[in-house]
């Protein structure tokens, strides 16, 4: 059963993820502890995984930000069909995607990956994608993507969620329709519950 969440239904995954080639990565600590999540704007790709990178010749597929700034001008006839999305993980700089693309709505898709949830910097990636840089089109979240997490991501506007492989995505759903009224006005609904809730007189 697929795992992927599509406009509040599950449906066939038609794009296929293009991944970076393994590296080494170095083990970083703080305060004598593991860091298990990257500082935003860390450089994370190197040349030699971006140019080993292989990207099917055929069909719709998302590639690694670091890829598409790489070979952009080499799949410009796929982008121009609508073929190609992007995926950019939470330590990534969106600003090199906005600068690399006058209008984000050339691509149908762009996909956030989160290598493991322990900050809202996703949240604020689509909030920023949909308000600010008026992106209108297919916007995934992927990777660590649990239930608790879908409603939210909804509310900072993504309608496509890749539910971690472990997890139930028919369970993951429901929990799109946990609250009717939500209080604040968020990207889905800018209106707060006060401005669209008439309690009568």
């Excluded at 989160?114 to 949909?130: H, P, S, Y």
Aim: hydrophobic share 45%; net charge neutral.
């Amino acid at each position: 059963m697929s795992n992927l969440i599509y406009k509040n239904a599950i449906v066939t995954d038609e794009w296929a993820l293009v991944e970076l080639p393994k590296a080494d990565q170095e083990v970083r600590k703080q305060a004598g502890k593991v860091v298990l999540f990257k500082l935003t704007g860390e450089k994370s790709t190197s040349a030699e995984q971006i140019a080993n990178t292989v990207i099917p010749a055929t069909g719709k597929v998302i590639v690694p930000l670091s890829v598409y700034l790489a070979r952009k001008d080499a799949l410009a006839s796929r982008i121009a069909k609508q073929e190609v999305g992007v995926w950019l993980a939470t330590h990534e700089l969106l600003e090199d995607l906005i600068s690399a693309e006058k209008d984000l709505n050339v691509l149908p898709l762009i996909a956030v990956y989160v290598e493991r949830f322990a900050d809202g910097r996703i949240f604020t990636i689509g909030n920023l994608l949909r308000t600010r840089h008026g992106f209108n089109n297919t916007l995934r979240a992927f990777g660590d993507v649990l239930r608790d997490q879908l409603y939210f991501l909804k509310r900072s506007g993504f309608d496509c969620y890749l539910v971690r492989a472990d997890r139930n995505a028919a369970e993951a759903l429901q929990s799109l329709t946990d609250f009717n009224q939500p209080y604040q006005g968020a990207v889905d609904d800018n209106l707060p519950v006060w401005r669209r809730v008439n309690r009568g007189a």
